[in-house]
């Protein structure tokens, strides 16, 4: 392994092989008598769809890479073994799943390329509007570095976070994405805490998945507080698209430190903030009483 593994080739087999993926999941979206709706141990639901993405990421990626691959619906690796790796990839083949079976569109494909516990690369597809979301931390090629939308047709757009200070100066709204299910009390009691150091309107939308992340990584939202339990691939992808827009996914304490992978036996993250414009004074804003008086 070099220490840039990424080449502008491999960036665009991943963003095929994610396409390809998305496509096996609408053909069965298309038929609702082709779910085949299960229920994992953890409650969660799982569909044919699933399980059509997981085998065809889970037998290509290592054709373009040849390097381990966690995926949600595969066999997870010893923490002893996997602790070892310096690469791997990090798959959910469908993200949101309760999304995709309510029909609403805001499900995706990730694909992320960790390098020491680092979400070095990220993929997340949409295959509802065949839109996706690239991120790239470190490439071969200085070029390929950045945050890209590949719009339906396959035309690519550079993408970025918006600046905050200048929204904080003058007011402006500021943007919070909710989870459509997941929202807790400790949420509630952040909100206030943000309504009252922010100085302009805070303005809130729900949304589903990873998708989250890419609003606020395209300058549409400012940040999504996740106060619920989540896996390492439900955010590995949708992190190297934030970061490589210019924000931060940071573990929700006072430190804010950023969220790294690998990091746990049971590969559960800790509660975490997506935030977008890693300038901006986060601390301040999500601590009682720092801003406003």
């Known amino acids: 392994m070099t220490n840039h593994p990424i080449s ?8 095929d092989l994610s396409r390809r993926a998305g496509a096996a999941i609408m053909a069965i979206y ?22 059509a993405a997981h085998r065809l990421i889970s037998a290509e990626l290592p054709k373009l890479l ?9 066999e997870i ?53 065949d839109v996706t979301y690239l991120g790239v931390l470190d490439a071969r090629d200085a070029s390929s570095i950045g945050a890209f939308k590949y719009m339906q047709g396959g035309h690519r757009k550079p993408i970025a976070v918006r600046p905050l ?44 998945s990873s998708l989250k992340f890419c609003v606020i990584a395209e300058g549409l939202a400012d940040f999504y507080p996740r106060l619920a339990p989540t896996s390492e691939w439900d955010t590995a992808a949708a992190q190297a698209v934030l970061e490589a827009a210019g924000g931060q996914v940071v573990c929700a304490t ?10 746990s036996e049971d590969l559960l993250n800790p509660h975490f903030y997506a935030l977008g ?16 008086n």
């Open 8 to 15: 502008a080739e491999l960036i665009e087999q991943l963003v």
């Open 30 to 51: 298309n038929n609702k008598d082709s779910y085949n709706i299960e229920q994992k141990t953890d409650e969660s639901p799982l569909t044919a769809a699933d399980l």
């Open 66 to 74: 040849p390097l381990p691959v966690i995926s949600e619906e595969g």
């Open 77 to 129: 690796p010893e923490f002893a073994d996997r602790n070892l790796w310096e690469h791997y990839w990090l798959v959910d083949p469908l993200d949101g799943t309760k999304e995709f079976i309510a029909g609403n569109g805001q499900f995706t494909v990730n694909i992320a390329l960790i390098q020491r516990g680092r979400a070095l690369l990220g993929v997340v597809h949409v295959p509802a509007t």
């Open 165 to 208: 200070l200048e929204r904080f100066s003058g007011k402006q709204p500021f943007t919070v994405l909710l989870s459509h299910r997941h929202n807790t009390q400790a949420t509630v009691d952040l909100m206030e805490t943000i309504t009252h150091n922010w100085p302009g309107a805070i303005e809130t939308t729900n949304a589903g």
């Open 254 to 263: 006072p430190s804010l430190p950023a969220l790294v992978y690998n990091a």
């Open 277 to 292: 414009d890693k300038n901006f004074y986060w601390e301040k804003l999500l601590v009682a009483d720092e801003l406003v």
